[in-house]
């Protein structure tokens, strides 16, 4: 146009900006609203909203921003699609009182609020545990008419867990149960909030179901199902929780321990990276199973000696020391250390 003679107007700009939102060539966008500067052309409401939804969906939110209040400084009357745009972007920066106030703004205005306005302040509920203000969004948007979706509920779910309120995140399933249907992420949240309460079994029945039906069950939902089974103190579940550590270590649901031998200091050295210590402790009699069974196969030949100490490295607070028949577990320097007798008897084995 330009090698033409012509001139480009605000119409031809609105064009190119919807193509490049489209595209998710954010910067392009970003650079076309200098270059209307530049031309001396005032754009429009449109134009801002189309260059604030391109970088928000580029997930350049500082950038959105950016324009948002470049619009303001401008006096131009920011569309409802702004507004609630603006709120996603403040909200996926963490900025929580930013986006509530914009949102009662917005609200005065009589601007309605959209799924993904809510979605993405629920998101921001999440890391900050701010599970009264995740609750309250689901109310509200409710009361907009609007369906929460189960993203949706999985934000409010993680908040509650944040929070430290595993009651209210057991009652928000039941609720997600009556409004839409849960996915990966909500099982795997279901059995760590059973375990969180105490509801072992459960939380157990959740998991096998999860395994039949193929879904994916994420390495923090193995440590949490494992820990809780071990701490009850009940056979069959410390058995399960043996026998689980196994299958997860099968479907790399959790890191395998490193183990070497140290023939100078008579010892064999294990490095069970846990978030727990019952998991450590399910890992640790996993590898002594394991040895019993090769010193079983060789006849105690092959140059296999007796083991006689494992070193545990995993840092947890507030653990100290833990009986198992003759294993003796002791918490020292920020490490497991882990005692037992060349030959070990343990039930569990």
């Known amino acids: 146009m330009l090698s033409e003679g012509v001139a480009p107007n605000l ?23 200098d270059q209307l500067d530049m031309q001396g052309i005032s754009p429009e409401p449109r134009t801002y909203n189309t260059v604030v939804a391109a970088c928000n969906m580029s997930g350049h939110y500082a950038q959105a921003l950016s324009v948002y209040e470049r619009m303001l400084k401008r006096g131009a009357e920011p569309m409802p699609a702004t507004y609630n745009a603006a709120v996603c972007a403040y909200a996926r920066l963490g900025q929580l009182p930013a986006a509530l106030s914009l949102l009662g703004t917005a609200a005065g205005k009589g601007v309605e609020r959209g799924v993904t306005t809510y979605a993405a302040l629920l998101s921001a509920c999440e890391q900050p545990g701010r599970w009264d203000l995740a609750l309250d969004l689901l109310r509200r948007m409710q009361g907009d008419g609007l369906k929460p979706t189960t993203a949706c509920f ?66 923090p939902t193995y440590s949490t199902l494992i820990d809780a089974a071990w701490s009850t103190g009940v056979l069959p579940l410390q058995r399960y929780a043996l026998r689980l550590y196994d299958r997860a270590r099968a479907r790399r649901g959790l890191p395998a321990p490193a183990v070497e031998d140290d023939a100078a200091a008579g010892a064999t050295r294990a490095a069970l990276p846990a978030p727990a210590p019952h998991v450590a402790l399910v890992g640790l009699l ?29 840092q947890v607070r507030g653990w100290r020391k833990h009986r198992l028949g003759s294993l003796v577990v002791t918490f020292l320097d920020g490490c497991f250390v882990f005692e037992f007798k060349a030959t070990p008897v343990l039930n569990l084995l």
């Not at 609720?175 to 079994?201: E, H, M």
């Open 286 to 314: 996993g590898l002594l199973r394991a040895l019993r069974q090769q010193l079983a196969e060789s006849g105690g030949r092959a140059g296999l000696r007796p083991v006689v100490r494992l070193s545990v490295s995993v």
């Open 11 to 33: 119409v031809t700009f609105n064009t190119l900006l919807d193509v490049y939102a489209k595209t998710g060539h954010w910067a392009e966008a970003m650079a076309v609203l």
């Open 154 to 219: 999985n934000s409010a779910i993680s908040a509650c867990m944040q929070g430290g309120q595993p009651q209210k995140a057991e009652e928000l399933f039941e609720w997600l149960y009556g409004v839409c249907k849960p996915d990966t992420s909500t099982f795997n949240a279901l059995v760590r909030i059973y375990c969180q309460l105490g509801k072992v079994r459960e939380a157990q029945g959740v998991l096998e179901m999860m395994v039949q039906g193929g879904q994916h069950v994420e390495g």
